[in-house]
């Protein structure tokens, strides 16, 4: 056996009949799996603790526990609220299907079952239980690391300064009017940090809002929203101003309106612009250009950076940083993930990718024009 291969999937199978029981334990057994079965949902309520199961297979008509009564129980518990449950019966009623759903199955199998059909199931929903256990463990490390720096940073600097301004206060003493200037400039600028922060977590958690509604089948409110070209060109060089790389930047845009989620364009291309020249040397150049294609509004941000690797740009979700091993970062890492959501649920699209025969990426936003629904 290979000490380095990943140990096996654990299935904790409830099933009744023991002939159905035995044919699911070597049908799973021969596929890979560690299975552990029990009679009864009571007897695998007893045995959860012990198994620790990475995923639950449970039939629904039971003695002593039926698969309902069991699935409450397990969804009950926090330790088990994402553990993947999938609930078996004889009985094609959709009725039963709904109720298990309700409760919060994954899936559901009808008796009797093909084993590739079960196996493609349990592949399915382990597989999609792995991405989100790698999702929470991005938000547990946000939570524990990179959140708290982020805070930490600008309210040390307004502490600090306050600190500084009672000091002198304290000693009867004034501020000059170069240190007053440096003092608020300061301050200023740690209370934008603060503040930008704060819009990108209220926009990332109404988006999600947003992004569990269309997955329910639900439209997102949808708003016109003015694009001004010259008030497009004041945001982007006000960002160039603060890396210190105004004659790095060129901008083309015209005005129009597009149909975007409410309040969320501007903070969007904001990140855009910014990763431009966050991830790209002073002397190289940043592109902002806004054009219209068909019935679509394009941004596209051009930089001459390091870029990101296919398999990077494959994996971005909200609070990932690339690199912040090897390159200093500030920020939460989620402003590439806010732009897709934000074009998801706008109805639009967000593409990441290399340029042409040079070093960089291009970032490019599309979304739906206003007038495309009437005159």
């Not at 091993?325 to 989620?334: A, C, D, N, P, S």
């Amino acid at each position: 056996m290979n000490p380095s291969a990943p140990a096996p999937s654990t299935i904790l199978l409830a099933e009744d009949d023991d002939l159905v029981r035995l044919i699911a334990e070597e049908t799973l057994t021969d596929a890979g799996y560690r299975v552990v079965s029990v009679p009864d949902g009571a007897a695998a309520l007893e045995a959860l603790p012990r198994v620790r199961p990475d995923l639950i297979l449970s039939d629904v008509r039971m003695p002593r526990c039926d698969g309902f009564e069991f699935l409450q129980q397990v969804r009950s518990d926090p330790a088990n609220v994402t553990t993947p449950f999938i609930l078996v019966s004889a009985k094609a009623d959709t009725a039963d299907q709904r109720m298990g759903m309700s409760l919060g199955a994954d899936d559901y199998v009808t008796k009797p079952f093909q084993s590739r059909d079960l196996l493609k199931t349990i592949a399915v929903r382990l597989a999609r239980a792995s991405l989100l256990g790698e999702r929470v463990q991005r938000q547990q490390r946000f939570l524990t690391r990179v959140l708290p720096h982020e805070l930490r940073t600008p309210l040390t600097g307004i502490i600090g300064y306050a600190e500084l301004m009672q000091h002198v206060a304290a000693d009867g003493g004034t501020l000059t009017n170069e240190e007053l200037a440096d003092y608020a400039g300061n301050l200023g600028r740690s209370g934008q940090r603060l503040l930008r922060l704060a819009e990108d977590l209220s926009l990332w958690a109404w988006l999600e809002n947003a992004e569990g509604g269309r997955r329910r089948g639900e439209t997102p409110e949808l708003g016109a929203t003015p694009i001004r070209a010259a008030v497009l060109q004041v945001r982007c060089r006000d960002i160039a101003d603060r890396f210190g790389r105004a004659e790095d930047l060129g901008v083309q845009a015209e005005d129009t309106t597009v149909l975007a989620a409410v309040d969320g364009l501007e903070c969007v291309l904001g990140h855009l612009v910014e990763n431009a020249f966050k991830f790209s040397l002073p002397g190289s150049l940043v592109r902002v250009a806004v054009r219209r294609q068909d019935d679509r509004w394009v941004f596209e941000v051009r930089d001459h950076g390091r870029g990101l690797a296919a398999a990077e740009i494959a994996q971005i979700g909200a609070m990932q940083q690339f690199g912040r091993e090897r390159f200093e970062q500030q920020g939460l890492g989620m402003g590439l993930a806010l732009a897709g959501s934000f074009a998801r649920v706008s109805g639009g699209e967000f593409v990441l990718g290399g340029n042409t025969g040079e070093p960089g990426l291009t970032a490019r936003l599309t979304l739906p024009l206003a007038n495309r629904l009437g005159p």
